[in-house]
């Protein structure tokens, strides 16, 4: 039940992706999809940090919350500000001059590399109100409110879907009318989610003698943290180097595997929601002493991840592929053929891949994330070897193969971890 809001809210948060890509597709085109495309993995390196690093802060909340520790709640909350602030300056300033170089890098094709610069460099000037939303979310998240943020995002998605219209259909702006919704949407969540959060959540009201920096409190929820962040950066820079190669197989390829990507996150948002649950539930109960309750949820996480990959993986053998003609006119069906390769190869990995979110954000809730980031660094491997290998003598089928490979491999030492960890601790516990 505390997964559900934030599932709903992850739906609404890739529903707006979809009509972003789904209005840039229908009134600009192809060139246009995959020039939004194309920043998927770079989009999602910056925002895949900074939800790490608010995620980590928020464990910390969520652990002196479960304590009862009402001054170490509040002081957390202050430091995790502070840092939030220096994240965000340092974030939008260096990417915002090194954005022409990252798009380089990643063999952005000529003929969109216009497009994919004005599109990023919105999208980057928008860093300090993504921090904000992500932040008020992963404080509302620790105390036990999953819906608060999911309201807002609501709010959020559907202004999003009326600004893209109207900058995009209607004064065509182009791809960089696309990138202004999404930052004006989000801009509206967060200032709503602050009054709000502040207001109904008097526990968080820290005073000055909270707020006075502290190493040593900075130094812990780095440590949750900068892990955390890493985790995401690591798993984008594996995504990085595959839409490196993915560039090189042209437009209607990036387009294709693209509109494929945003359908297959769109139906297995399960699973990061119902990782997103784990953590705050391991936190908490972690802060109690509870690790026979965080063994048994982590059981039935497991279960429910098996039953939804299920069904999921009937839907994308036979359902997924034609939905990509909503993103983009396709009379000759290589669109629909393209991305029916990548379901049939990725969806028998379903499984594997929800195990990560359940495995990952329960070590994470725990107090680790070296862990977690060192399934992400198994991860970037494996995606990396199998482009070596695979690329040039199987061109796309070697890129879908990638993900698979990625996502067995990251479970390699979290799994093991988790239950030598949790054994250990629930022994010592009974011992005691």
């Known amino acids: 039940t505390f997964m559900i809001p934030v599932l709903f809210g992850g739906l609404f948060q890739n529903f707006y992706n979809i009509v972003d890509s789904m209005i840039v597709g229908r009134y600009i085109g192809v060139e246009a999809l995959a020039s939004v495309g194309s920043t998927t993995h770079l989009i999602f390196f910056v925002n895949g940090w900074i939800m790490g690093m608010t995620s980590g802060f928020a464990i910390m909340i969520s652990q002196r919350y479960g304590a009862k520790d009402e001054k170490g709640l509040k002081h957390y909350v202050a430091m995790s500000v502070w840092l939030c602030v220096i994240m965000s300056v340092v974030l939008t300033i260096a990417l915002l001059i090194f954005n022409e170089k990252l798009l380089r890098l990643v063999n952005t094709p000529a003929d969109i590399f216009g497009m994919t610069k004005g599109y990023v460099t919105i999208m980057f000037a928008g860093i300090p109100v993504t921090v904000v939303y992500n932040m008020l979310s992963a404080i509302a998240r620790a105390l036990g409110d999953s819906k608060t943020p999911l309201y807002f995002l609501v709010i959020s998605s559907v202004l999003n879907v009326g600004l893209d219209l109207l900058f995009v259909a209607v004064l065509h702006i182009g791809v960089e009318g696309a990138a202004l919704a999404t930052v004006l949407a989000q801009c509206v969540a967060a200032v709503l989610c602050l009054f709000y959060v502040w207001k109904k959540y008097e526990i968080i009201h820290f005073q000055k003698e909270h707020s006075h920096w502290n190493g040593q409190s900075v130094w812990k929820l780095m440590q949750m943290g900068v892990p955390m962040?890493?985790?995401?950066?690591?798993?984008?820079?594996?995504?990085?180097?595959?839409?490196?190669?993915?560039?090189?197989?042209?437009?209607?390829?990036?387009?294709?595997?693209?509109?494929?990507?945003?359908?297959?996150?769109?139906?297995?948002?399960?699973?990061?929601?119902?990782?997103?649950?784990?953590?705050?539930?391991?936190?908490?109960?972690?802060?109690?002493?509870?690790?026979?309750?965080?063994?048994?949820?982590?059981?039935?996480?497991?279960?429910?991840?098996?039953?939804?990959?299920?069904?999921?993986?009937?839907?994308?053998?036979?359902?997924?592929?034609?939905?990509?003609?909503?993103?983009?006119?396709?009379?000759?069906?290589?669109?629909?053929?393209?991305?029916?390769?990548?379901?049939?190869?990725?969806?028998?990995?379903?499984?594997?891949?929800?195990?990560?979110?359940?495995?990952?954000?329960?070590?994470?809730?725990?107090?680790?994330?070296?862990?977690?980031?060192?399934?992400?660094?198994?991860?970037?491997?494996?995606?990396?070897?199998?482009?070596?290998?695979?690329?040039?003598?199987?061109?796309?089928?070697?890129i879908c193969i990638t993900d698979p490979a990625a996502w067995v491999s990251a479970l390699i030492p979290l799994v093991p971890y988790y239950y030598w960890f949790t054994h250990r601790k629930l022994r010592c516990s009974n011992a005691g």
Request: contains cysteine; glycine residues 10%; hydrophobic residues 50%.
């Open 229 to 398: 962040g890493l985790q995401f950066s690591i798993t984008a820079i594996g995504g990085l180097i595959v839409q490196s190669s993915l560039n090189m197989l042209g437009a209607t390829y990036i387009a294709a595997y693209s509109a494929a990507n945003k359908i297959q996150n769109l139906v297995l948002q399960t699973f990061p929601s119902l990782g997103s649950a784990v953590a705050t539930y391991v936190g908490q109960n972690y802060g109690a002493g509870r690790i026979d309750r965080i063994k048994r949820g982590v059981k039935t996480s497991v279960i429910l991840c098996g039953s939804y990959s299920l069904i999921v993986m009937i839907a994308a053998y036979f359902f997924l592929a034609p939905a990509v003609q909503i993103f983009v006119d396709d009379p000759t069906g290589q669109i629909q053929e393209i991305s029916r390769q990548m379901f049939q190869i990725c969806l028998w990995f379903y499984f594997p891949l929800g195990l990560i979110f359940i495995y990952r954000n329960a070590l994470q809730g725990l107090g680790n994330g070296i862990v977690p980031m060192l399934g992400g660094v198994f991860e970037l491997l494996a995606r990396a070897v199998a482009i070596a290998v695979l690329f040039q003598p199987l061109q796309f089928v070697g």
